[in-house]
Nanobody
Framework: QVHLVESGGGLVQPGGSLRLSCLAS????????VAWYRQTPGKRRRELVA????????NYANSVKDRFTISRDGGKNTVDLQMNSLRPEDTAVYYC?????????????WGQGTQVTVSS
């Protein structure tokens, strides 16, 4: 199992940027597929925002393509989410998820979440 801690959330104006970071400990992070999800109040399910496989293949939700970038730094054991051109509808709690490549999406380890608020 891998332990995850997110950081970097906060309040930003529309059009601004934030960089979220997911720090892992307890296992070989590079062997995991990692994803960022988000959840807004009143919604039961978490929405997949972006993912990166152990091999470096990335995938994005249509709503964040060309605005968000996911990347991993093996030396620091982190996976970051660079968020540009933020919109009010990006407001949510963002969660980091790590799973073995053979496990189904949404399983594995979760962080505690970090709040992102986009508002003027």
């Amino acid at each position: 199992q891998v332990h995850l801690v997110e950081s970097g959330g906060g309040l930003v104006q529309p059009g601004g940027s934030l960089r979220l970071s997911c720090l892992a400990s307890g296992s070989v992070f590079s062997a995991y597929d990692v994803a960022w999800y988000r959840q807004t109040p009143g919604k039961r399910r978490r929405e997949l925002v972006a993912s990166i496989t152990s091999g470096g293949t990335t995938n994005y939700a249509n709503s964040v393509k060309d605005r968000f970038t996911i990347s991993r730094d093996g030396g620091k054991n982190t996976v970051d989410l660079q968020m540009n051109s933020l919109r009010p509808e990006d407001t949510a709690v963002y969660y980091c998820n790590a799973r073995r490549p053979t496990s189904p999406p949404g399983t594995g380890s979760w962080g505690q979440g970090t709040q992102v608020t986009v508002s003027s």
